[in-house]
């Protein structure tokens, strides 16, 4: 029995807000939200600290600081159909027969500039976690929970914003998708130039690999992505060191079996991307523990304990598509 699938799974998470509804005085903290669909890694620390409840000065912001939500076309998968034709032996047998796949598939027309991106994500602590948000804080904030939300495809501010390093709109997402070059040490070393690093709170400067896994994470997670460019980007991610895959189908967080593709972060945690098996899509990301350890917080706390096979973070795209205008669903 797979114990990563039998434990409690952990995440809060939050619907992305509107700029104007949020008081000046919280502006870092309205930055922080929209972050949510901007997928940043280096914020995994402070995320774990608030995700398991433990500092009362900073759980609201911390909630709402580090959540992450974004793109993909997952559909309602039949793994049981497919699992026996899976190759899950290796990272280069499975994200192989996955760019396969996508290579014969047709690349639709980019989105229009008018369009809107609808995504959905599930996840059963999502709802009685944000419940936990101080009632004052929600109401302030004018916000209420929901696993849909809507981003325009063209976001000319959002693109002339350079506080994130890590974030693209989902035009330039796409294109850059759509450019990048077949030969996966040319497509890494493109994604390092265009998702910089740097020394930040979570720790040292990232090395080679690490850094071109979180280029790839922060890409995979954009909606819409050319099939094509999809196909280069596995292809390439199969070549990162360290990269491993389940050799089996785990559950996500909406109950689907799904292909977990997996990478350390560091000596306790790892980073699962989680794919579709039957077309290949992206379908979610969650961070597990990998080895139980304590994390220390601010002076007069308990440490919070962490066991091995403890989901930090689980996020499932149930949902994703391309619509004509915000609040509209396919």
């Known amino acids: 029995m797979d114990e990563m699938t039998q434990l409690r799974e952990l995440r809060s998470d939050a619907p992305v807000p509107d700029r104007a509804t949020l008081a000046p005085g919280r502006k870092r903290l309205t930055d922080a939200i929209e972050g949510r669909s901007r997928r940043t890694l280096r914020l995994r620390a402070d995320w774990r600290i608030a995700s398991l409840g433990a ?12 959540q992450i939500v974004d793109t993909s076309d997952p559909r309602q998968s039949g793994p049981a159909t497919v699992a026996g034709d899976l190759d899950l032996s290796s990272p280069a047998a499975a994200l192989g027969e996955a760019a396969d796949f996508l290579e014969r598939q047709e690349v639709p027309p980019e989105p229009r500039s008018d369009q809107w991106i609808y995504l959905r994500e599930e996840n059963p602590d999502q709802e009685k976690q944000w419940k936990e948000v101080p009632a004052e804080i929600r109401e302030e904030m004018s916000m209420s929970y929901s696993p849909d939300s809507w981003i325009p495809y063209d976001d ?3 693109e002339n914003d ?5 974030y693209r709109t989902a035009r330039e997402s796409y294109r850059i998708a ?3 070059p077949e030969a996966p040490e040319a497509l890494l070393a493109e994604l390092r130039k265009v998702f910089p690093t740097g020394d930040g709170p979570d720790g040292p400067r990232e090395d080679k690999d690490a850094h071109s896994f979180r280029a790839l994470t922060v890409l995979l997670e954009s909606y819409p992505l050319p099939p094509d460019a999809l196909a280069r980007i596995y292809r390439a991610m199969a070549t990162v060191k360290g990269i491993g895959v389940t050799d089996h189908l785990i559950r996500d967080a ?6 977990a593709v997996t990478r350390a972060y560091d000596a306790n945690n790892r980073t699962e991307i989680l794919i579709d098996p039957v077309d ?10 990998t080895r139980s350890h304590e994390l220390t917080g601010p002076e007069g706390t308990e440490p919070i304990r962490y066991k091995r096979g403890d989901i930090l973070m689980d996020v499932a ?9 915000k609040g509209q669903k396919p």
């Open 55 to 66: 500092v009362v000065a900073i759980t609201a912001a911390a909630l709402f600081v580090t």
């Open 280 to 289: 290949y899509s992206y379908a979610g990301r969650r961070d597990v523990v």
């Open 156 to 158: 000319k501010a959002a």
């Open 178 to 180: 759509a450019g990048l």
């Open 254 to 259: 909406s109950g689907r079996q799904v292909i």
């Open 162 to 166: 350079e506080s994130d390093t890590d």
């Open 317 to 325: 795209r149930t949902r994703a598509a391309v619509v004509d205008a």
